[in-house]
Structure formats: structure tokens, C-alpha cells
């Protein structure tokens, strides 16, 4: 039996995918480790248990693999019906049998997985639409698969760190908050030196800037609103005082 390969030759994508799937192994690894009265405790997220988190990883695969079948068919097909869809979809998720929910973890890797290697070279530059209704290739989807399997295995609160996420990811992720920032224009007046560079964003004119300095994973840590450790601040703000990203979930 031939082998089944990627039907993109593109470096990039390639690699992008290689951090997706590598994502998920990991997030699978952390899942694995919890016991099935593990899955009832809390996760990092407020008022979301394991299980909340479990489910909404399993059912976004589904959903970035509705957007897959868009790209390859030309047939619209949403993410989710509604937010409202979504969101009970999550809530039903969470209270299946915890074999039934690490199974749709399970299969829903799966077929994402397959839906993404058969998707034509040429298919990955259609357009589909995300949940927040932005219009984007389907190559997309791979950064947002990304972020989710990576982030929420931080979020079981089973040992992950972000010191655990490969740098290039934690690059985007930071470049994804603090465009976020901007756009809410919640930046100014901030300074953010990660690793010894300074990144400047919002008002880079004002006189006392708040400054966050630290590490790149405890950089992202910070800004993606779990947790201060490892991150000194200086000036009229502090580190909890600072604009933080939403909780991607």
C-alpha cells in the first residue's frame, strides 16, 4: 500500500503543519496523563473544567474541519451555526462519559488530520470564513489549530508550560496579542522587552512607559492572561494592571 503524504509541496505550510500536529501530540500526551476523575477539576480557564477544555479542543478540530471541506468542495460550510450552537456544543461536550470525550478528542484529530493532508496544494489558497467572521485562506486554519492545541494544553493544568511551546509559536502568539492590543488601543503606553529586545507598542513617545520585561515564554504567559510569573514591571503600571489578550478559548 502507497503511503499517504501531504498533497502541498510548500515549505512553509509544511512546516506549519508539522507545529499542528506536534501541538496535538503534545496536548494528547497531557490529556493521557489525567485520570478520568482528573477530567472533573479545574482547568486554568475560569469556570471551565478539564472537560470544558477537552471538548472545546475536540469540537474546533470539527469545526476547522468543516472549513477544510469549504476550501476543497467550494460548498459553504461554517464553523458553527451560531455562537449559541457553539457554546452548547462545549457544554454538552463536557458532561460525555470520559471515554466518549477522549474519544472525540481522538477522532476528531483524526479526520482534521486527514482533511488536511488531502486538501489540494491549490485549494489551500480558497477562502473560507472564521468564527469572527474574518476571510482567510484556508492555510489559516493551520496557525488556528495551532494556537488552540498548544494554549489549552497549558490550560489543563496537568505540568504544561509555556515554556514547553516551541519559540516560533510563541512569536505568533505574542504577535497575535499584541495586534489585539492595537487594535483595541489599549497599548499605549507600554514597553515590552522580551529576552533582552525591546517591543514597542501603542504611544512609543510617552516619557514613563510601563515596561514588562522577561523571558519569551513568560512574556506570552503574562500576555495571554495566565499568569505573571517571571515578569518584572517597572514604571506607573504594573504586570496585572496591563492590557491582556483574550483567553482564545
Known amino acids: 500500500m502507497v503511503a499517504r503524504h501531504d498533497q502541498t509541496t510548500d515549505p512553509v505550510l ?78 454538552f461536550g463536557a458532561t460525555l462519559p470520559p471515554i466518549a470525550l477522549r474519544h472525540l478528542f481522538d477522532h476528531s484529530a483524526v479526520h482534521l488530520n486527514v482533511e488536511w493532508r488531502d486538501l489540494p496544494a491549490d485549494a489551500w489558497h480558497h477562502k473560507v470564513k472564521t468564527a469572527q467572521g ?16 498548544w494554549l489549552h494544553a497549558v490550560d489543563l493544568d496537568n505540568g ?22 492595537h487594535t483595541r488601543g489599549t497599548d499605549s503606553g507600554l514597553l515590552v522587552t522580551v529576552d533582552g529586545t525591546d517591543l514597542a ?9 510601563t515596561t514588562i520585561t522577561g523571558s ?9 492572561g495566565r499568569g505573571s510569573q517571571g515578569i518584572a514591571a517597572t514604571g506607573p503600571g504594573t504586570a496585572d494592571s496591563t492590557p491582556t489578550a483574550p483567553k482564545w478559548i
Not at 136 to 149: F, G, L, N, S, Y
Not at 160 to 165: L, V
Not at 216 to 224: C, D, E, G
Open 201 to 209: 507598542f501603542g504611544d512609543t513617545g510617552a516619557t514613563n512607559p
Open 14 to 91: 509544511l512546516e506549519g503543519l508539522l507545529q499542528a500536529r506536534r501541538g496535538t501530540a503534545f496536548f494528547a500526551r497531557k490529556l493521557n496523563e489525567l485520570t478520568d476523575a482528573d477530567l472533573d477539576g479545574d482547568s486554568l480557564l475560569p469556570g471551565w473544567t478539564r472537560r470544558h477544555v477537552v471538548a472545546h479542543v475536540g469540537y474546533n478540530a470539527r469545526a476547522i474541519a468543516r472549513l477544510i471541506e469549504w476550501a476543497a468542495t467550494g460548498v459553504e460550510t461554517p464553523m458553527y451555526a451560531s455562537t449559541s450552537v457553539r457554546e452548547h456544543e462545549i457544554n
Open 160 to 181: 504544561a508550560a509555556f515554556k514547553d511551546i516551541p519559540a516560533p509559536v510563541l512569536e505568533r502568539l505574542l504577535k497575535d496579542i499584541t495586534g489585539a492590543w
Open 216 to 224: 519569551l515564554p513568560a512574556v506570552v504567559q503574562w500576555a495571554a
Open 134 to 149: 474574518r476571510i482567510v485562506p484556508a492555510e489559516e486554519t493551520v496557525w488556528m489549530r495551532t494556537r488552540e492545541v
